[in-house]
């Protein structure tokens, strides 16, 4: 066989190997039913916090500026990296988190739990799980992202 015809059949497989790889646990991963609802083991938020209430209202504008913290701009990283670009759950980090990410669709395991335990979540973090701490949002911002996050459970 032609050394040149060898170099391209195996640059070929190792291509074909490497796409295998990376997107195979991603199938397995879709085909898994979700669980919904979720069960919680987050610690409960202070008082003071877990009993506000979102001062936003769903305008527009708000919903706009929560989608996009959501999908591209919150820091440290984007929230649909871990949840899903739809909320699923399903980002393209969420392999291997145990627990998994919440399913912000399951509007049985978002919608029963109050707004401030939200905002402390997003704001701290939750130990034990792969929530990182958001603190560099302002409240403003955590509070946009929950009005559209609530959006996604309707």
């Known amino acids: 066989m032609n050394r040149n015809l060898l170099q391209k059949r195996t640059l070929w497989f190792t291509?074909?190997?490497i796409i295998l790889i990376g997107v195979w646990p991603?199938?397995?991963?879709?085909?898994e039913p979700l669980q919904?609802?979720?069960?919680?083991?987050?610690?409960?938020?202070?008082?003071?916090?877990?009993n506000l209430e979102n001062p936003l209202?769903?305008?527009?504008e708000n919903l706009k500026k929560g989608k996009l913290l959501y999908?591209?701009?919150?820091?440290?990283?984007p929230c649909k990296l871990c949840h899903g670009a739809s909320g699923d759950g399903r980002g393209p980090m969420a392999r291997g988190f145990d627990p998994p990410p919440r399913d912000f669709?399951?509007?049985?395991?978002?919608?029963?739990?109050?707004?401030?335990?939200?905002?402390?979540?997003?704001?701290?973090?939750s130990p034990g799980t792969g929530m990182l701490a958001f603190k560099g949002l302002k409240d403003e911002q955590i509070?946009?992202?929950?009005?559209y996050v609530r959006q996604l459970a309707q």
């Not at 991603?26 to 085909?31: F, M, P």
């Open 57 to 60: 209202e769903p305008t527009p």
């Open 143 to 147: 509070w946009q992202i929950l009005l």
């Open 26 to 31: 991603g199938l397995v991963l879709a085909k």
């Open 15 to 17: 291509v074909v190997l």
């Open 105 to 125: 669709t399951c509007s049985e395991t978002i919608n029963g739990v109050p707004e401030g335990q939200l905002f402390w979540i997003i704001k701290n973090g």
């Open 36 to 50: 919904c609802p979720q069960p919680r083991f987050t610690k409960q938020a202070p008082d003071e916090i877990y």
């Open 71 to 77: 999908l591209t701009k919150a820091k440290p990283m």
